[in-house]
C-alpha cells in the first residue's frame, strides 16, 4: 500500500486571488479618472506650451496616476502585502519540510470563508501559522500588560488566528477519532519587536518570522512518526486548498 504524501498547496493563493479581483473591481473607475486626469493636463499644457507639450503631459499625468494609484489603494495593498508575506513564511518553513515536516499552505476551514495560511504537522506537534505583514515602521511592543500593534491592541487581530487553530484542532479531531491540540503563531514580517522577540496574546504567540521554524523544533518531540502520518492525511483531506487550486 502506498502512503498519501499530502500536497503543499500554494501559499499566498487566497491573497493573491483577492488582490487580483480587486484590481478587477476597480478597473473600470480607475480608467475613467486617469483618463480625466490626463485630459486636463493635456489640456492646460496644450494651452500654455502647444500640443505636442500638451500630449507629453498627458502620457506623463497618466503614468503618475497609475503608480499612486498601485501604490496607495489601500485594500489591494493589503491583499499583495498579505500574499508577499505568506510565500515568504513558506520559504522560511521548507527548513522543516527538510526535517521531516508535513507544511500545508492555503488551506479552506470547514463551514468558514476563512482559510489558514500554513498549517505545520511534525513530531513538535501541530501548528497554525498565520504570516503577518505590517510596514517597517510599525512597532509590536508590551505596555502595561497589554500588546499593543502600532496603535491597536493586539487582541482583535489575533484572534482570527486562535478562531483558525481551534477550527483545525476540531477538524483534525473529528477525522482522527483522537484529540487534536493545534498551537497558533503569528509569523511577522516588517513590523519592529523587542529584541527577544517573542509576544503572547490570547495563547496566540507573535515572532518574527525568521525565528519560527527553530521556535517550533524546540517544543520537542511531541508526536510519533505514525501520528504525524494520520494527522497529515487527515488535514489534506478535511482542509483543501483554498483558492481551488490542485495540490501540491
Known amino acids: 500500500m502506498t502512503a498519501h ?4 498547496g500554494s501559499a499566498g ?44 503631459a498627458a502620457v506623463v499625468a497618466a503614468a503618475a496616476d497609475a503608480v499612486y494609484r498601485w ?21 522560511l518553513l521548507r527548513r522543516l ?5 508535513t507544511v500545508l499552505h492555503d488551506r479552506a ?19 497554525v501559522v498565520d504570516s503577518k505583514k505590517w510596514d ?3 512597532r509590536i511592543s508590551g505596555v502595561r500588560g497589554r500588546i499593543w500593534i502600532g496603535k491597536r491592541p493586539a487582541r482583535p487581530v489575533v484572534a482570527p488566528v486562535l478562531f483558525e ?3 483545525v484542532g476540531t477538524a483534525l479531531t473529528r477525522a482522527t477519532g483522537r484529540q487534536v491540540d493545534v498551537v497558533p503563531v503569528v509569523a511577522v514580517h516588517g513590523a519592529q519587536m523587542p529584541q527577544w522577540g517573542a509576544l503572547a496574546v490570547d495563547g496566540v504567540t507573535l515572532l518574527r518570522a525568521r525565528r519560527v521554524p527553530s521556535w517550533i523544533l524546540r ?18 483531506s478535511a482542509l483543501p486548498p483554498a483558492a481551488g487550486g490542485p495540490h501540491g
Do not use: M
Open 5 to 8: 504524501t499530502p500536497g503543499t
Open 13 to 56: 493563493a487566497s491573497a493573491q486571488a483577492h488582490y487580483r479581483a480587486q484590481l478587477a473591481r476597480t478597473w473600470a473607475r480607475r480608467w475613467t479618472a486617469r483618463a480625466a486626469f490626463a485630459v486636463a493636463a493635456g489640456g492646460a499644457g496644450t494651452w500654455v506650451l502647444g500640443w505636442q507639450a500638451g500630449l507629453a
Open 71 to 91: 501604490r496607495s489603494h489601500s485594500g489591494v495593498t493589503a491583499w499583495r502585502k498579505g500574499a508577499a508575506g505568506e510565500r515568504a513564511t513558506a520559504r
Open 97 to 101: 519540510e527538510r526535517a521531516g515536516y
Open 109 to 127: 476551514l470547514p463551514a468558514s470563508r476563512a482559510n489558514v495560511d500554513h498549517l505545520v504537522i511534525g513530531p513538535a506537534g501541530v501548528f
Open 136 to 138: 517597517r515602521r510599525t
Open 165 to 167: 487553530a481551534r477550527t
Open 219 to 236: 517544543h520537542g518531540r511531541q508526536l510519533d512518526a505514525s501520528t504525524v502520518g494520520l494527522l497529515s492525511a487527515a488535514a489534506d
